[in-house]
T-cell receptor, first 115, second 114 residues
Framework: AQTVTQSQPEMSVQEAETVTLSCTYD???????LFWYKQPPSRQMILVIR??????QNATENRFSVNFQKAAKSFSLKISDSQLGDAAMYFC????????????FGKGTKLSVIP | NAGVTQTPKFRILKIGQSMTLQCAQD?????MYWYRQDPGMGLKLIYY???????DKGEVPNGYNVSRSTTEDFPLRLELAAPSQTSVYFC?????????????FGPGTRLTVT
């Protein structure tokens, strides 16, 4: 079974600065997808960014980018120019490409943004 | 386009009671999912469905039942509620896994069993 580990329960960043959230995963598969979801206090799960394992290029969505290291099984999220609205729980998630429909989530990292 | 909707938003149950959590989506997604989120944890899959009439167990199915009679609706049934079922429940939907794959989540239902 796949596992997803987020080793930072809490992080903080100064407004306008850059922060990196860590995620590692364990799998024997070569075909899979990785995601970062944001969960603000409203509880709504919001997709931040996705990465297909077959793509070598790191995904980018505006201020959000990932550092995908397939050999190291690492998938970190970088938030640039942090804003107050970025404060939330961030969850890393894994989806097998082999027909399993289960998203496996890490335990999350609580990000605080300091004005 | 409302996306994924869930009712109710909050519910308190007594031990042994039963209830149905409702979930509907208007995006014509074939795939639907039920997750639970316990405090300080990520989401865990309870059940999923790949189309009307087809359901299967996820990681934590015990104590729950589902049915899928239409593409739009995917209710989750709790029989004989137990305190261990106190959690936040999320419904989600998607197209089949592939490029640009994304699960769209509802707003969640906070359930307390006392």
């Amino acid at each position: 079974a796949q596992t997803v580990t987020q080793s930072q329960p809490e992080m903080s960043v100064q407004e306008a600065e850059t922060v990196t959230l860590s995620c590692t995963y364990d799998t024997s598969e070569s075909d899979y997808y990785l995601f970062w979801y944001k969960q603000p206090p409203s509880r709504q799960m919001i997709l931040v960014i996705r990465q297909e394992a077959y793509k070598q290029q790191n995904a980018t969505e505006n201020r959000f980018s990932v550092n995908f290291q397939k050999a190291a099984k690492s998938f970190s999220l970088k938030i640039s120019d942090s804003q107050l609205g970025d404060a939330a729980m961030y969850f890393c998630a894994y989806l097998s490409g082999a027909g399993s429909y289960q998203l496996t989530f890490g335990k999350g990292t609580k990000l605080s943004v300091i004005p | 386009n409302a996306g994924v909707t869930q009712t109710p938003k909050f519910r308190i149950l007594k031990i042994g009671q039963s209830m149905t959590l409702q979930c509907a989506q208007d995006m014509n997604h074939n795939y639907m999912y039920w997750y639970r989120q316990d405090p300080g944890m990520g989401l865990k899959l309870i059940y999923y469905s790949v189309g009307a009439g087809i359901t299967d167990k996820g990681e934590v199915p015990n104590g729950y039942n589902v049915s899928r009679s239409t593409t739009e609706d995917f209710p989750l049934r709790l029989e004989l509620a137990a305190p261990s079922q106190t959690s936040v429940y999320f419904c989600a939907s998607s197209y089949p896994p592939g490029q640009r794959y994304e699960q769209y989540f509802g707003p969640g239902t906070r359930l307390t069993v006392t």
